[in-house]
C-alpha cells in the first residue's frame, strides 16, 4: 500500500465500520422524540429549519454526546484495523501509527516493558481525560425531555 493512502484508508474504514452503530443510536434519539413537539412548533409558525434547530437538535444532544465519545475513545485504542490494513513490514506503518500500535511495537517488538507500561498509563490518562470531560460537559450541553 502506497504510503500517502494509507491514511485515508484507515479513516474510511474506521467510518464505514462505525456507520451502523451511528445510525441506529441517532434513529432511535430520533424515534424517541414526541411528534406533538413538531406539531406544536408548526402551529406557531415554525419551519422546517427552526424545528431542526430548536427541537431536533437539541434532544439529539443526549445521542450525539454518546456517539462524540465513544468515537473519540475509540480512535484513542486503533489498534486492530491499523494492524491488519497496513502491517508491521509496510512503509505506510510510520504514517499510521497509534499510542495503543506505539505501545504494541515497544513492548513486543522492541521488549521494552518499561516504556510500553509508561504508554499503556499515557492511554489510561488520556481516555480517564476524555470521561471527565463527558460528564463534565454533559451537564452544559445534553438536554433531557
Do not use: C
Request: cysteine-free; glycine content about 6%.
Amino acid at each position: 500500500m502506497k504510503s500517502r493512502f494509507a491514511l485515508a484508508v484507515v479513516i474510511f474504514y474506521g467510518i464505514w465500520s462505525s456507520i451502523g452503530f451511528n445510525v441506529i443510536i441517532l434513529s432511535a434519539g430520533l424515534k424517541s422524540i414526541p411528534h406533538e413537539l413538531y406539531e406544536a412548533a408548526a402551529i406557531d409558525g415554525a419551519g422546517r429549519v427552526k424545528q431542526f434547530t430548536a427541537i431536533t437538535i437539541p434532544l439529539l444532544t443526549p445521542s450525539i454526546f454518546l456517539l462524540a465519545i465513544v468515537t473519540t475513545i475509540g480512535g484513542l485504542q486503533l489498534f486492530d484495523s491499523l494492524f491488519a490494513i497496513v502491517g508491521t513490514a509496510n512503509p505506510a506503518m510510520k504514517d499510521t501509527r497509534s499510542l495503543v500500535y506505539l505501545f504494541y511495537n515497544t513492548a513486543f517488538e522492541n521488549n521494552d516493558k518499561g516504556g510500553a507500561a509508561a504508554i499503556a498509563v499515557i492511554i489510561l490518562v488520556m481516555v480517564a481525560l476524555v470521561t471527565l470531560f463527558q460528564f463534565v460537559m454533559q451537564k452544559k450541553w445534553v438536554r433531557y425531555v
